[in-house]
């Protein structure tokens, strides 16, 4: 039989679970032809369920190719990760859903479900929901004596936030989401979780990160004035092992396919969704885009419509950093509010690195997915003095953009350090992501040149 290891490397089975079908030119006995397949993660083996060429279909249910050491499909690297990146991604998938829900009901009620904390920074009944949701999964799938989680929320704010009802609003809004576990293929609780147990699961978040070991890095609702606004946020999910993050997720729910719709304010994108409704398999809202460290690939599905159930790899296609190096023509992205980061500064940086383009100001990670997906080429981020970066605003984005072919360095063009605890300790001055070395470099030594005369 024609089937041997060169399958491995010519034809794109998604390094991940599940089934699927692929196409596989030129590729058995030199004709080109369909592959169906199925794969799962316990004994890392890849079933060829059916050839198709020709129109003719050949059975090979009973032919169980082993992957010689794990090899991952696409790269020939090992596939170490892919349990993981499965559930976390099926994760945010969940997360995101259960965010729409609530952003359009802050939008359409303009009601008050939207607190302040004690940093007079914004958190709502999605926040909470989120967390309680993606650890309860992550716990379910994987054990919760084997899930650590540094993540934004705590369930001190929550008791201290002494809103009627918002406690009963966070469980309902967790236990309806769970409900729906498995259209995502994750199994749903058996009883609806109780009150205590939410708040269990809120908790069960209380890692502070650091050197040694595995744990997940969590920002429920990234971006929370962009979620409050009707605008982009982003759920984040990132695995880190041993200081280095292994694996990222970022879901996008208002980042459509089209990347000329970033350039809007979401409300027109809510009016033109209305005049012209997505169908279920449009990629015109929302994506989920993750990365395994190491693979050289980053991949991007849309989000679940309406009550489709999802089957992996639910259309993922790879994704990639834009190509271009010169600075006339790249655009760079930076945060909406300049409480965040210097606008005066980075524009001066434009300014004498060539950058031509308006600043592509958008709330929110979703900058990292925008440079990922070849939609900008550059972000940059710094903060006044003093404000220490938290690892869950990076660590899922980072990993994304590296495997997507860009660069992503503190402004000294060190890597960002994940190992310090739930800060990114040590970073110098600012965070650059780029599509490539080129523009990376060009903005180092701009920041070098003109740092002394900023006032940050
Ligand atoms: N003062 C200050 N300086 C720098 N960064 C800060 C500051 N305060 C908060 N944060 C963190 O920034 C996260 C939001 O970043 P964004 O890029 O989305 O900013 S912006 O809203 O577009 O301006 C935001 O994430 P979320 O809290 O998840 O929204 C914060 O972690
Ligand atoms: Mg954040």
């Given at each position: 039989m024609p089937l041997n290891c060169s399958i491995s490397l010519a034809?794109?089975?998604?390094?991940?679970?599940?089934?699927?079908?692929?196409?596989?030119?030129?590729?058995?006995?030199?004709?080109?032809?369909?592959?169906?397949?199925?794969?799962?993660?316990?004994?890392?083996?890849?079933q060829i369920v059916s050839l198709s060429k020709l129109n003719q279909t050949q059975n090979y249910t009973s032919s169980i190719m082993e992957e010689p050491k794990s090899l991952d499909l696409l790269s020939g690297k090992p596939e170490k990760y892919s349990k993981e990146i499965d559930i976390a991604v099926r994760a945010v998938q969940m997360a995101c859903s259960l965010c729409q829900k609530v952003q359009d009901s802050i939008i359409s009620k303009s009601n008050n479900q939207v607190q302040s904390k004690d940093d007079n920074s914004l958190v709502t009944v999605a926040d909470w929901s989120v967390q309680a949701t993606v650890s309860?999964?992550?716990?379910?799938?994987?054990?919760?004596?084997?899930?650590?989680i540094v993540a934004e929320e705590d369930v001190e704010t929550l008791s201290k936030t002494h809103k009627a009802g918002l406690l009963e609003a966070v469980v309902q809004t967790v236990n309806e989401c769970l409900a729906e576990a498995p259209r995502f293929g994750?199994?749903?609780?058996?009883?609806?979780?109780?009150?205590?147990?939410?708040?269990?699961?809120?908790?069960?978040?209380?890692?502070?990160?650091?050197?040694?070991?595995?744990?997940?890095?969590?920002?429920?609702?990234?971006?929370?004035?962009?979620?409050?606004?009707?605008?982009?946020?982003?759920?984040?999910?990132?695995?880190?092992?041993?200081?280095e993050v292994v694996l990222g997720v970022?879901?996008?729910?208002?980042?459509?396919?089209?990347?000329?719709?970033?350039n809007y304010h979401h409300r027109y994108h809510r009016i033109i969704s209305k005049l012209t409704p997505p169908t279920s398999e449009s990629w015109d809202k929302g994506c989920v885009i993750y990365a395994g460290k190491g693979s050289g690939e980053a991949w991007m599905q849309p989000l679940l419509q309406g009550n489709k159930k999802l089957v992996w790899p639910n259309s993922a296609r790879p994704v990639r950093v834009s190509s271009i190096n010169n600075p006339a023509l790249a655009t760079f992205c930076e945060p909406v509010e300049k409480a965040n980061s210097s606008h005066s500064f980075t524009a001066g940086l434009a300014h004498s690195m060539g950058l031509r383009m308006q600043p592509l100001r958008v709330y929110?990670?979703?900058?990292?997915?925008?440079?990922?997906?070849?939609?900008?080429?550059?972000?940059?981020?710094?903060?006044?003095?003093?404000?220490?970066?938290?690892?869950?605003?990076?660590?899922?984005?980072?990993?994304?953009?590296?495997e997507a072919g860009g660069v992503v360095t503190d402004a000294g063009g060190r890597p960002l350090d994940f190992s310090k605890g739930m800060y990114l300790d040590g970073l110098d001055r600012g965070i650059i992501a780029c599509a490539g070395p080129v523009l990376h470099d060009k903005i180092v030594e701009a920041v070098d040149a003109s740092w002394n005369s900023s006032s940050l």
């Open positions: 034809t794109k089975v998604p390094h991940i679970l599940g089934q699927g079908r692929r196409y596989a030119p030129n590729h058995f006995g030199k004709t080109s032809c369909f592959l169906t397949y199925s794969r799962n993660y316990q004994n890392k083996s890849l309860w999964i992550l716990c379910e799938s994987l054990g919760s004596r084997n899930v650590s994750l199994n749903a609780p058996g009883v609806a979780l109780t009150t205590s147990e939410v708040l269990e699961a809120i908790s069960h978040c209380n890692s502070s990160g650091g050197p040694i070991g595995r744990f997940w890095a969590l920002d429920p609702v990234d971006g929370t004035l962009g979620f409050v606004r009707g605008d982009q946020y982003a759920v984040a999910l990132a695995l880190i092992e041993e200081g970022l879901g996008c729910p208002n980042y459509p396919m089209r990347k000329e719709w970033l929110s990670m979703v900058k990292y997915a925008a440079i990922a997906r070849g939609d900008a080429e550059i972000f940059m981020k710094f903060a006044r003095a003093g404000y220490k970066e938290k690892i869950w605003d990076h660590a899922a984005g980072a990993v994304i953009i590296q």
